[in-house]
């Protein structure tokens, strides 16, 4: 059984920059031929995927946060990072990372979510 663990700082400053974990058990994250993304949903909105990392390392990103999206991957510790500079208060979210298959948008495993907080 896939699970996968956010961890990181619930509260940064505007400007600064957020960076979070994503651990994953039970499932390498290099495994043919999965990709690992961030998600986040901001209070009242609903989700928006911001990015992800394929199993080859490969990372892509949503053309509207690309800018200040940063995601890569540690294979010795099974775990893969977000990072994004520049944060604002409208960068408040409970961000997930999730499991899809390369040839769908479907996420199957998900992490149960990280509050993150931008206020200074």
């Known amino acids: 059984q896939v699970q996968l663990q956010e961890s990181g700082p619930g509260l940064v400053k505007p400007s600064q920059t957020l960076s979070l974990t994503c651990t994953v058990s039970?499932?390498?994250?290099?495994?043919?031929?999965?990709?690992w993304s961030w998600i986040r949903q901001p209070p009242g909105k609903g989700l928006e995927w911001m990015g992800a990392?394929?199993?080859?390392?490969?990372?892509f990103y949503s053309p509207s946060l690309k800018s200040r999206t940063s995601i890569s991957r540690d294979t010795s510790k099974n775990h893969v990072t977000l990072q994004l500079t520049s944060v604002t208060p409208e960068d408040t979210a409970v961000y997930y990372c999730?499991?899809?298959?390369?040839?769908?948008?479907?996420?199957?495993?998900w992490g149960q979510g990280t509050q993150v907080t931008v206020s200074s």
């Open positions: 999730a499991r899809g298959r390369v040839g769908s948008d479907e996420h199957n495993y």
């Open positions: 039970g499932g390498s994250i290099t495994t043919n031929y999965y990709y």
């Open positions: 990392i394929s199993y080859s390392g490969i990372a």
